[in-house]
């Protein structure tokens, strides 16, 4: 555990301040959600929770089958970082924290087709640089409840392909199903 030197006490109704500065480290904000951990020490862990992230082990099959299916690589994310990936570098998307324009699209609740393979595909990961490092893409943000909770991802592997209706298509169904998979 990393020491931050900051100290805060409790207010008479149970209630602690986490200063401003390690929420913007962790991307925490306003409303979002928390769990509460405690360990045999007595110590309090706090953790940013993820609802699609109790979904991690399903979301891996379900990548799979899309990846598999599509010959395509697949991610699914929660709205911070990559939660599942397959037929594609998992060193390169796995748990990475995503892009600023991921996190806008989702946050929008808006769906993303490349168009003609250009150079408009949107970063993934904060590691992408900005480098051009995807062909062609569809994006389709998880929504559950009128909340976005994550999205889906299709990225080419091949310079040739272009995405298509029919992939919007099956990246839509796995979001909208993801998504009623959380409301139940």
């Known amino acids: ?10 207010d ?15 991307r925490i904000k306003e409303g979002d959600p928390l769990e509460i951990f405690t360990d045999k020490e007595g110590e309090v862990i706090l953790k940013k929770y993820s609802p699609i992230g109790e979904l991690s082990e399903f979301a891996t099959g379900y990548a799979e089958t899309l990846s598999k299916t599509t010959g395509h690589i697949a991610c699914i994310t929660d ?14 998307f796995l748990e990475q924290d995503l892009s600023p324009e991921l996190e806008q699209l989702m946050e929008d609740k808006e769906y993303y087709l490349s168009e003609e393979n250009g150079n408009n595909s949107i970063p993934i990961t904060k590691n992408d640089n900005k480098e051009r490092k995807n062909n062609s893409q569809v994006v389709y943000p998880i929504i559950s409840e009128g909340d976005v909770i994550g999205s889906v991802i299709l990225i080419s592997k091949d310079a040739s392909t272009k995405m298509s209706d029919v992939e919007k298509k099956v990246v839509q169904s796995a979001a909208t199903f993801l998504g009623s998979q959380m409301a139940i």
């Open 1 to 10: 555990m990393k020491a931050t030197g900051v100290v805060r006490r409790i």
């Open 12 to 26: 008479d109704l149970g209630r602690v301040v986490i200063p401003k500065e390690i929420r913007k480290t962790l």
């Open 79 to 92: 709205k911070d970082t990559v939660i599942a990936v397959s037929g594609g570098s998992k060193k390169e």
